[in-house]
Each structure stands twice: as C-alpha cells, then as structure tokens.
C-alpha cells in the first residue's frame, strides 16, 4: 500500500541528546513537510522539502535540522538546542509543493 | 501573515445530529483543504475544494469553497460516534506556494 510512514511512534529522550525522527514515503511525492502540533494549537511548519537534496525553513525551524538525500525519506533531527521539545510531529508529502498534504501517523516525543 | 478563525472550538452533540463548521480568513485562498484527526494519530484529508463556490460531497460530508475565497465551511450529516475527532480546515494560496496556514480545529463530540 502506499503511503506515508513515520518511527518510532513513541520516543523518550533525556534533555540535551538530539534525536532523529524517521519519514518514509512511497507515494512518488516530490515535496515533503515537517510540522510541530502542540494541544489546543494549529499545525506549524518546520521544515520543508520541494525537492531530494532541497530543503527550506518553515515558521518555527530554530534548534532542528532535516536532511534530503533520497526522494523517500526526509529524517528530522530535534537538537539540544531546541528549547520545548516535547510535542506530536507530523510529516507530509505532497506531489509537489502547493498540491494538497497527505500526513503520517505521528510520532509524539517526550523529552525529560 | 495569514490567519484562519475556525469556529466553534468545540462541539457536543447527540448521535443523528448534523454538524457545521467554518473558517474565514484575512487573505484570499485559492484552495481549501479539510482534515479530520483522531487522537494520537495523523490528519486525513476529507474533502479539497479548488474553485470558489465549489460544493464537494464524500458521504455524509459536504464542504464548501467560499465565493470570496476567504471562507469555507464543512457540514456532517447525520453523525455517528465514529465522526468523534477534531477537525481543521486548511488553506493554500496556490501556486508553488508552499506553506498550508492551518486553522486551530473544531473538537466534535458525539453522544450515542
């Protein structure tokens, strides 16, 4: 089936490691996203993908990084430079950017 | 930058019941997109609407693509306790445009 996968689906880490959150897509999408959703709030962006090898800032992009090297995967990596860590992160695709967003399931990180 | 209002926050109703809810924005959109969450997983895209004015149905749900491009509603017919979710609009200026400025969702409750 196609479709968008993220893991781990929970994640627990100490304050000050940096942790990476897995994306895969087989949906042939050029463009992929990284949103933050913290309760009671809308989706922010974080990262954005047009492209394998391109990647762009969104709205709240401070204290995370991602990477680009394959068309199927779009890896973000929180840092310890990331001040609230803790939140549900949702990645997307999209056949290119400005075409409707199809999401994963998720992965909630708890950073203590 | 853009802002999307949806309304109402939330909302408790009896099973059979139909639903409304809707989201305006200070700027025009040239695409609409709704999506339901349900907790701890990812959004799933309902219904996009492209042209103003544009009514679209998929089952018991019909949303619509305001004639001034700055609103749009979404109506549940009928519900049933598997409707229970948030659901949030989101809106695309189009084009390459990346970025979805997603509403703050509408949490529905539905009592059997």
């Known amino acids: 089936d196609g479709g968008i996968t993220q893991s781990p689906k929970y994640l627990f880490r100490k304050e000050g490691q940096n942790v990476t959150l897995s994306c895969e897509q087989n949906l042939n999408h050029d463009a992929m996203y990284w949103y933050r959703q913290d309760p009671g709030q809308g989706l922010r962006l974080i990262y954005y993908?047009?492209?394998?090898?391109?990647?762009q800032k969104g709205d709240i992009a401070e204290g995370y990084s991602v990477s680009r090297e394959k068309k199927e995967s779009f890896p973000l990596t929180v840092t310890s430079a990331q001040k609230n860590p803790t939140a549900f992160y949702l990645c997307?695709?999209?056949?290119?950017?400005?075409?409707?967003?199809?999401f994963g399931p998720g992965t909630r990180l708890t950073v203590t | 930058g853009q802002q999307l209002n949806q309304s109402p926050q939330s909302m408790f109703i009896q099973e059979g019941e139909d639903v409304s809810m809707n989201c305006t924005s200070s700027s025009i959109f040239n695409t609409w997109l709704w999506y339901k969450q349900e907790p701890g997983e990812g959004p799933v895209l309902l219904i996009a609407?492209?042209?103003?004015?544009e009514l679209t149905s998929n089952g018991r749900l019909t949303a619509q693509f305001g004639i001034t491009r700055k609103d749009s509603f979404l109506n549940i017919s009928a519900s049933i306790p598997s409707d229970v979710g948030i659901y949030f609009c989101?809106?695309?200026?189009?084009?390459?445009?990346?970025?979805?400025?997603f509403g703050k969702g509408t949490l529905l409750t539905v009592n059997p």
């Open positions: 609407l492209y042209k103003a004015g």
């Open positions: 997307a695709s999209s056949l290119k950017t400005g075409y409707e967003q199809y």
């Open positions: 993908s047009q492209i394998v090898n391109d990647f």
């Open positions: 989101a809106g695309q200026s189009g084009g390459s445009n990346y970025k979805l400025t």
